[in-house]
């Protein structure tokens, strides 16, 4: 047996036996630490205990075409998630949640999104999708298609279909893609999110002159701007000077299990 069909096959087995985490990590305004919502980011737990991380097996799923089933796995557990924490009056969306690129391939994959979030009551604004730009691979996982006008356009109707089914969308990782200016150009993205990258170098003079026109444009076009890997005051300080205002990151809070998060949304709404 290949290693992929090995992968396959315990991946499906998970799916199965609902060894899939989701984990919950704040989003904060950064200006009064209110929370805006959380970023939904998937853990896979093996039989013998160990834990995987999306990094790893995420790339490897896309390979193989497989992350429809993943994202469509976490979208179901996000809203139940959602819709469980309603039903028990705690506060806990808005929830945004990551899509492999290999969706703008897929027909209909936004509105079987709807489906899925309609089955659990879950409205439009309580969900939103996280995009990025660095897959680049066909869903049958045999042809690469890489950054081709063709695969970026099948990206743009994604982001459109999504729209259109009344969703916010974020662009993810910002500034680590090579062809965001156009999608940006082509998508009107609800939200930016600055990598982690370009945050963690804040306080480089040329690491900092980009941050703040990046800033600047994201407002002119209307976008809010969320600063991922947040970890210093010094970073909190410079992205607040230049009207970044929300962020995410270790300084707040690293990703939580759901009962954790509530615990965190509580906590705040008691201090204030
Ligand atoms: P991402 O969407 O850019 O998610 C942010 C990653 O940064 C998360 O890693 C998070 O735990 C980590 N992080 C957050 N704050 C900090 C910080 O202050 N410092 C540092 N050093 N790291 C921080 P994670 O959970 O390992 O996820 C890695 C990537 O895997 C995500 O990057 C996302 O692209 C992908 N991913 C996660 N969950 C899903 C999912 O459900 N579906 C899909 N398709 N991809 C997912
Ligand atoms: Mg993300
Ligand atoms: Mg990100
Ligand atoms: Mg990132």
Sequence with gaps: MDYRSELEISF????NNNCLNVLYQPQVDMRTEEPKGA????RWKKE?????SPAYFVPALEKMGLTTLLDEAVIGIVCRDICEAKQNGFPFSPVSVNLSRLHAVRRNAAKSFREIAERCGVERPELSF????????TEDGTEEVSETNEEDKKMMLLAGALKGEGYRIAMDDYGMGSSTLKLLQEVPFDILKLDRYFVRRIGDPRT??????????????GMEVIAEGVETEKQIRFLLDHRCRYGQGYYYSGPLPKEEYIR???????DV
């Design 264 to 270: 965190w949304r509580l906590e705040y709404e008691k």
């Design 48 to 52: 013998d205990g160990t834990v995987l």
């Design 130 to 137: 996280e995009i990025t730009e660095t897959a680049a691979q």
């Design 39 to 42: 970023e939904a980011l998937v």
């Design 208 to 221: 900092d002159i980009i941050l703040a026109s990046t800033i600047g444009m994201a407002g002119a076009l």
């Design 12 to 15: 499906r087995e998970a799916l």
